[in-house]
């Protein structure tokens, strides 16, 4: 049974920086993703990166946000950094996919099998 459970969200002023986390349990498999969610949008990948350490960011938030793990690999990070009103949301952190080529499936919302709960990011002006 997989099990991820996301923290770190909280309330930050445009500028500001924040570092989710997410802790996970189980055989998370090859990927772990993050993804956001505003009101009223769609669900989007921001960031993701294999187990074997091959990290990839959205064109959109490419220069600000970094997906990273841990040294004992269970728990797994997304730095938010230079945080805009637009990137109010609900941050969710997921897991799945099998190996491939230099992760280029992490980018692929379809591997993912296993979802946090989410935990919510909110940038004021």
């Known amino acids: 049974q997989v099990q991820l459970v996301e923290s770190g969200g909280g309330s930050v002023q445009t500028g500001g920086s924040l570092r989710l986390s997410c802790e996970a349990s189980?055989?998370?498999?090859?990927?772990v993703g993050w993804f956001r969610q505003a009101p009223g949008k769609e669900r989007e990948r921001v960031a993701s990166i294999s187990i074997d350490h091959w990290a990839n960011a959205a064109d959109s938030v490419r220069a600000r946000f970094t997906a990273s793990r841990d040294k004992d690999e269970n728990t797994f990070y997304l730095t938010m950094n230079n945080l805009q009103v637009h990137d109010t949301a609900m941050y969710y952190c997921?897991?799945?996919?099998?190996?491939?080529?230099?992760?280029?499936?992490?980018?692929?919302?379809?591997?993912?099998?296993?979802w946090g709960q989410g935990t919510q990011v909110t940038v004021s002006s």
């Open positions: 189980g055989d998370v498999g090859y990927c």
């Open positions: 997921a897991a799945g996919g099998t190996p491939c080529h230099a992760g280029y499936c992490c980018t692929l919302p379809g591997v993912y099998e296993h």
